[in-house]
Nanobody, 129 residues
Framework: QVELVESGGGSVQAGGSLRLSCTAN????????MGWFRQAPGEGREGVAL???????NYAGSEKGRFTISKDGAKNTLYLQMNSLKTEDTATYYC???????????????????????WGQGTQVTVSL
C-alpha cells in the first residue's frame, strides 16, 4: 500500500514562509517522479512543482522563484519550501507520486494531466494579510 504523508501546513501572514514535507516508502521515493499540487476553494487542482527520481525539477507559473521542491534520500521525504507567500497561495496542498521510472517528459505530461498514480491526503496552507 502506497502512503504519502504530508505535514507542515498552517497559517502565515503574507510575505512569510512555510515548508511542506511529504514522506513516502522506499519504493515510491526511489522510483517515482513526484510533485506538489494545490487546490483552492472552488477551484480545480493545479500542479505546483515536480521532481524526477534523478532530481530534475520543473515549476508551474508564478511559483518559480518563490517555491523550491527538493528531496532528502536519508529521510525518504519530499519538500516544498514556500517563500514570499501571497494570499492567493491559500489552498490545500497535495503531495503526489506521478509515475514510476518515467522520463522527465513523461513526468511532465502526467503533471500537466494530473493523472497521477497516488495522492497524499493534503495539508492546508492559509495566507492572510
Amino acid at each position: 500500500q502506497v502512503e504519502l504523508v504530508e505535514s507542515g501546513g498552517g497559517s502565515v501572514q503574507a510575505g512569510g514562509s512555510l515548508r511542506l514535507s511529504c514522506t513516502a516508502n522506499d519504493y515510491v521515493y526511489n522510483n517515482y517522479c513526484m510533485g506538489w499540487f494545490r487546490q483552492a476553494p472552488g477551484e480545480g487542482r493545479e500542479g505546483v512543482a515536480l521532481i524526477t527520481h534523478d532530481e530534475y525539477t520543473n515549476y508551474a507559473g508564478s511559483e518559480k522563484g518563490r517555491f523550491t521542491i527538493s528531496k532528502d534520500g536519508a529521510k525518504n521525504t519530499l519538500y516544498l519550501q514556500m517563500n514570499s507567500l501571497k494570499t492567493e497561495d491559500t489552498a490545500t496542498y497535495y503531495c503526489a507520486a506521478l509515475c514510476a521510472r518515467c522520463s522527465p517528459g513523461a513526468c511532465y505530461s502526467v503533471f500537466m494531466s494530473r493523472r497521477v498514480a497516488y495522492w497524499g491526503q493534503g495539508t492546508q496552507v492559509t495566507v492572510s494579510l
